[in-house]
């Protein structure tokens, strides 16, 4: 494949709902592009960046995939990302390091919830964006009705560059607006340029006029030439509408069918003519190696004449591959087994072989160009989010930062020889997918999966079984309840044992206290003289601290309390540490029969985005669960609900919330404290530990 320079290079994001066509656009351009002989559809499971068998089953994408043609002397690398909900947030990697994002909407549904997720991620990473109006040859498609709904919730500066001719089935052409030429596609699937149709001429006109208007906006000399002659000459106009976009500050739209292919061709042609290349930046700014948080930040422009710097912003654990880690050449230029510095981590890595990605093709290249997007395969240390760089001229690249997960799951092999397996495989998957998060609770010894939403965890199941052999079972996870004391209690703890030979004796006056909540545990020792030699007094401490593990009333650990040991008596020969231990525990035993224990529960902050229409109908259910809503604030035609909700009340929220809102709403939640359980609810938790053995029966022997 010929090597592109990079202002012959297009980093394209393409982003959207789910749903809108965002990958059948792909492997249209691919096919009219003559990149790919064969025209894949997303139907027959056949297009070039939906590969994995999970992707074709469902026919949704799961993944970033990545794909590139060549037009008109021109490199067009595409990153189709995911548009569902559970998967949406790796369109975040995707526009780090696009220079121009692809924003797809469906021609008969208009702009939806996660169209306008992914525009705000966009608005995050300060990517210029073009609109694509697809399925316009589906009944019910209006380009108008979709045009208008992007406008009203983006931006007025959004502006047709191509408009439709014919409507639903009858779709056949385009108009250009820029050029004032129209093309309808013939028989032989080529567009043959035609007069503009007298039907609707006035739209055309007054589109024109106002992309000339907002191309003046964008330069305060061109403004003054509008104010002046009242329109710009044509040589004015074509230099200038890239710039504009570059800026963000005009938003073209196309109108196309991907099925049918009409528009594909001059939607083509707009990529190349006004998408930004990598050069528009001014620079990439990092910071230095093992640099001070106040330090001074570094850029490094797009340009070969620059040291060598690259990003990774997506690893593959490819079956046969191994591990492909996929970069965007920010500076510098790169050959074959070249050697860079993984600044990162601090390591050397040696890159070998590079290579173009093609859906799940990887085909070598001999060097790449500041811009351009290449992988490497069996890099020995690097991950998403790395940065590699020339070694005598060190930078770091600020990582892409994931939302948290919002839904976890316990994760249980079935048999003892997945369980060997399990830890290796779900390693591959999370070097994949940084979305994901797996630990360990210590308080339950559950390991448990964290993801984006219910269908994303169950994703990882299926490719653990198929890809690995690895089967396993998803429940929800254990709530982590702990105990805690009401009221203040001084005790007495006192072992004494008499078995013949040495005994064993330990005695200790301790005085309980309730601590404010999230004050954990505290031990003062508070004896003056020798009634207790000092060796022993941190075994009694030792003692309380393991009673205090298996709780008073449930089994759950007691937390928030504050001993202080206030005197004891020891024997000069029997008493030892074992002795002294167990009269900690004794005392602690003693204590929770006067301290009044209560059961506690973790409490999560919730945010849930959901459409406005569904805000009563979230809160009557948050109210149900026990939750207190916090506030609520409006985001586009989004309506944010802040509210905390006790964590057993929101194991099975996800299926809840897709029913409430047709699965258009979407939720995370992180750890806020713990708060004291309602009576009712109290007594049912420990008949349930009572059930599964949590607590012990009768006094355990010392």
Known sequence: MKVYPTEGIRNLAVIGHGDAGKTQLVSSLLYVAGATPRWGKVDEGTTVTDYEEDSIARKITL??????????????????????????????????????????????????????????????????????????????????????TAQNTFSRAIIPFTLPIGKEKDFRGVVDVVHMKAYELGADGQAKEIDIPGEGRDIVDKTRERLVELVAESNDQLMEKYFENGTLDEEDILPNISNAIAQSKLCPVFAVSSI??????????????????????????????????DAERIGRKYSDSEPFSAYCFRTIADPFAGRINVFKVISGHLNTDANASNSTRGVMERLGALHTVQGKQLDKVAEAHAGDIIACVKLKETQTGDTLCDKQSPIVYDPVEYPEAAIAFAIEPKSRQDEEKISVALHKILEEDPALHFSRDAQTKEFLLSGSGQLHVETVVEKLKKRYSVEVTLHPPKVPYKETITQRAEVQGRHKKQTGGRGQFGDCKCVFEPMPRGGGFVFEDKIFGGSVPQQFRPAIEKGIVEAAQSGAIAGYPLVDFKVQLVDGSFHPVDSDEHSF??????????????????????????????????????????????GRVQGMETSGKQQVIKAQVPMAEMLNYQSTLNSITAARGSFHM?????????????????????????????????
């Not at 525990?585 to 985005?609: C, Y």
Request: aromatic residues 6%.
């Open 63 to 148: 993944n970033t995939s990545l794909a590139h043609l060549e037009h008109r002397e021109t490199k067009l690398n595409f990153i189709d990302t995911p548009g569902y909900a559970a998967f949406v947030s790796h369109a975040r990697p995707a526009l780090r390091v696009a220079d121009c994002a692809i924003v797809v909407v469906d021609g008969v549904k208009g702009v939806e919830v996660q169209t306008e997720k992914t525009w705000a991620y966009a608005n995050e990473f300060l990517v210029p964006r073009l609109m694509v109006i697809t399925k316009l040859d589906k009944e019910h498609a209006d380009f108008g009705a979709a045009l208008q």
């Open 260 to 293: 049918t292919q009409v528009g594909m061709r001059a939607l083509l042609n707009g990529l190349v003519d006004y998408a930004p290349d990598p050069a528009h930046h001014e620079a990439e700014w990092g910071k230095p190696v093992d640099a001070r948080p």
């Open 581 to 626: 231990r167990a009269a900690g525990r004794k005392a602690f035993r003693a204590a929770m029969e006067k301290v009044k224990p209560s059961l506690l529960e973790p409490v999560m902050d919730v945010e849930i985005a959901a459409p406005q229409e569904y805000s009563g109908d979230i809160m009557g259910d948050l109210n149900s669960r026990r």
């Open 670 to 702: 992180q750890f806020s404290h713990y708060d004291p359980v309602p009576g009712q609810l109290a007594q049912k938790i420990v008949e349930q530990s009572r059930a599964e053995g949590r607590i012990k029966g009768g006094e355990e022997e010392d």
